[in-house]
């Protein structure tokens, strides 16, 4: 088998749900060993059922956690403590999503486990930070809220509304990545490790990017536009006769290549539409002239005909749409884990590397399936080809 990119680098996985999990899982794809340390109840994912695959094990738990093996332990015990430790001691990778303090309760805080393993990155994954927001709960929901992007979502006469994933945790886990590569890249040069932190509020305040920016510029905090876009006009969902469509017109050579598609080429002309900023200070008026165009036929027959003149548009899909989308257009989205009785189905990495590609080598592991676990030989579980 081809080595990863990360093979002989050595996870010491303590977070749980969705950020920290998400991370490690992909740091796994790409050839690192990552034991999940685990209480003796489990990551709690693990019984946010149903939905369950076909091994009765919860599809969330098993949404971000392939490629890892699972160690029970109760930090509580004397026993249990010294294994945990000692799997941070000799880890290259600490990860962990704990309320600030709590490891530093069991003296496995940074500090600690740096005093025996310079060389170690340890990832600290936190709601709101170390400070005044420690003793928040970091709940995707809340910083959801509470960071601005509900204040953004939603319909425009209708109540704030939440992403329908938890996305600010996955845009953490992404973060936690990035974070932990660069320490690895400073590693190599100097040998020695250091703390990344990243924390959900940030992450997403950092993710509102252009709303972000538009308030600092102007002092007015954007509103909630449903579909439509603050600053691009048509950019929204429409009504087709038999489903909604998404018409994304990004420039005004797009903008008359719509016009003439729905039959009205003056539409560019029209002093109220010529350009961007027109469309935009009357997107009401346009709004309502492409729905009556649209709506006398089918969503697929507009999505053909507008991608023939260069339009951007598409279907709205569901999720099972959506992956067999991605299938029609060869980008292989699902990978098949051959693991004996536990074999599956998962979304693939959506990271391409042309000489160290991901790799799935097992799934989701039982809870404690690797008690005692040591870094070497103790390869993971299925197929290593």
């Not at 040998?191 to 308030?215: C, F, I, K, W, Y």
Request: negative net charge; proline residues 6%; hydrophobic residues 45%.
């Amino acid at each position: 088998m081809t080595p990863g990119g990360l093979d002989g680098v050595r996870v010491a996985d303590f977070s749980r749900v969705l950020a920290g999990p998400y991370a490690t899982m992909t740091l796994a794809d790409f050839g690192a060993d990552v034991v999940k340390i685990e209480s003796p109840a489990g990551d709690d994912t693990r019984h946010w059922r149903p939905p369950v695959d076909a091994s009765g094990q919860a599809t969330y738990f098993g949404s971000v956690n392939r490629n890892k093996r699972s160690v029970a332990l109760d930090l509580r015990d004397a026993a249990g403590l010294a294994e945990a430790r000692r799997l941070a001691a000799s880890a290259d990778v600490v990860v962990e999503n704990f309320r600030p303090g709590v490891m530093d309760r069991f003296g496995l805080s940074y500090d600690a486990v740096r005093a025996s393993n310079p060389g170690v990155v340890y990832c600290s994954i936190t709601g709101f930070g170390t400070g005044k927001g420690a003793t928040l709960a970091g709940y995707d929901l809340l910083v959801q809220a509470v960071g601005g992007l509900m204040s953004i979502t939603g319909a425009t006469d209708g109540e704030p509304a939440k992403a329908g994933v938890a996305l600010v945790d996955v845009l953490t886990g992404q973060n936690a990545v990035a974070g932990i590569l660069l320490a690895l890249r400073e590693r190599d040069r100097t040998g020695l490790g250091q703390r990344v932190e990243v924390d959900l509020l940030h992450g997403l305040l950092s993710a509102l990017t252009n709303q972000a920016a538009s308030t600092l510029a102007t002092g007015e905090p954007p509103r909630r536009l449903g579909n439509a876009h603050p600053s691009i006009a048509p950019y929204a969902v429409f009504h087709a006769a038999d489903r909604e469509l998404v018409i994304a017109v990004g420039n005004d050579k797009q903008f008359r290549a719509l016009a003439a598609a729905l039959g009205e080429p003056t539409f560019a002309d029209d002093p109220r539409f010529t350009r961007n900023v027109d469309r935009v200070a009357h997107r009401a008026e346009l709004t309502a002239v492409i729905e009556e165009r649209v709506a006398a036929a089918s969503a697929a027959h507009w999505v053909s005909r507008l991608g023939r003149v260069g339009v951007p548009a598409g279907l709205v899909n569901d999720v099972a749409e959506a992956i067999a989308f991605g299938e029609a257009l060869g980008l292989e989205p699902v990978a098949e884990i051959d693991d004996g009785p536990r074999s599956s189905r998962t979304i693939a990495s959506p990271i391409g590397l042309s000489a160290t590609p991901a790799v799935y080598r097992s799934s989701p592991p039982a809870l404690d399936e690797h008690a005692g676990a040591n870094w070497h030989p103790s390869p993971l579980r299925g197929p290593q080809t």
